[in-house]
């Protein structure tokens, strides 16, 4: 069986800093996976990447077994995403935004109406259907942003962050949706920080640091990796590797900078 999605040594560069270093990573189909790191890891970035908002410098992405570089955009019909700041058009209702986005998708009226109800149903929107998005709440918008990511029902659904800013009944709600979908065969792949979340709903997670996949699996696995005991919760397992990855990296940079004291040292010496 494929990947679902694959990264092969992929990186990533702004203008100088260097965000993804050789990145691998494999999501497979019918599965909540986490991609976890401190901040500036590189989370966003390769999310960016896998859904066509970014181009790598280099590397490998395939989505659905397809090159995202060769058929750029044939493979985003089986994408919904949700961005960690999401921007939508101030002055468009509720309704008329999803309309609009299932129209985007190539939904028929009914359909679109249909799927519209359900998650303005399920996401306590009722009320807010015909209100502009200007006047709803963060969380509100989070969850018109994820209903709309939703509409064409993607086998894949990439998430950053999606639960910052939700109310705990609203990330209830999430949950219980992506445990729904992946019974149903599709995939959720979400990015956070919420370690107690991952650990509780994702099948199996990557920890990602400085751009580089420092261990991936299900908790088991990473507790096998990092040697932390069987009894060990994804947070503790988090702390160690990232710890690791930290110190190693301090390792290799003062060789770096050594050798650049001793050139200059050596330059001034007889
Ligand atoms: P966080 O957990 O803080 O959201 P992240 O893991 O999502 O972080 P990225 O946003 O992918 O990390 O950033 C990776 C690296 O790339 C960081 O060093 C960041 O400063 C840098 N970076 C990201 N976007 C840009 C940009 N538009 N211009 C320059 N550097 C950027």
Avoid at 48 to 75: A, C, F, H, Q, T
Avoid at 149 to 175: M, N, R, T, Y
Avoid at 249 to 268: C, H, M, V, Y
Wanted: aromatic share 8%.
């Amino acid at each position: 069986m494929t990947p679902i999605v694959e990264l092969v040594n992929v990186w990533k560069s702004y203008d100088g800093v260097q965000a993804l270093k050789g990145l691998n990573l494999e999501v497979w189909r019918g599965e909540i996976f986490g991609l976890l790191g401190p901040n500036g890891a590189g989370k966003t970035t390769t999310l960016k990447i896998i859904v066509g908002l970014l181009r790598m410098d280099r590397g490998l992405v395939r989505v659905n077994g397809v090159d995202i570089s060769e058929e750029p955009y044939e493979y985003k019909r089986i994408i919904g995403y949700v961005p960690e700041s999401v921007s939508l058009p101030d002055y468009l209702t509720v309704e008329e935004f999803l309309i609009y986005s299932g129209k985007i998708r190539g939904l028929s009226e009914g359909k679109i109406r249909e799927r519209m109800n359900y998650f303005i149903k399920l996401f306590d929107l009722e009320g807010k259907r015909r209100s502009l998005i200007i006047s709803l709440s963060r969380g509100m918008r989070q969850k018109v942003a994820v209903a709309s990511a939703l509409l064409h029902d993607p086998d894949l659904l990439i998430l950053d962050e999606p639960f910052i800013g939700i109310d705990p009944a609203g990330q209830h709600v999430l949950k219980e949706l992506f445990n729904e979908r992946v019974k149903g065969g599709k995939t959720v792949f979400i990015s956070t920080h919420m370690l107690d979340t991952a650990e509780r709903l994702c099948d199996r997670v990557a920890i990602i640091h400085k751009g580089q996949n420092v261990a991936s699996g299900d908790l088991k696995n990473l507790q096998q990796i990092s040697r932390a005991g069987e009894n060990a919760t994804l947070e503790e397992v988090f702390l160690k590797l990232t710890e690791e990855a930290r110190e190693q990296l301090f390792e290799e940079e003062p060789i770096k900078r050594r050798g650049g004291f001793l050139s200059l040292f050596g330059r001034r010496g007889p």
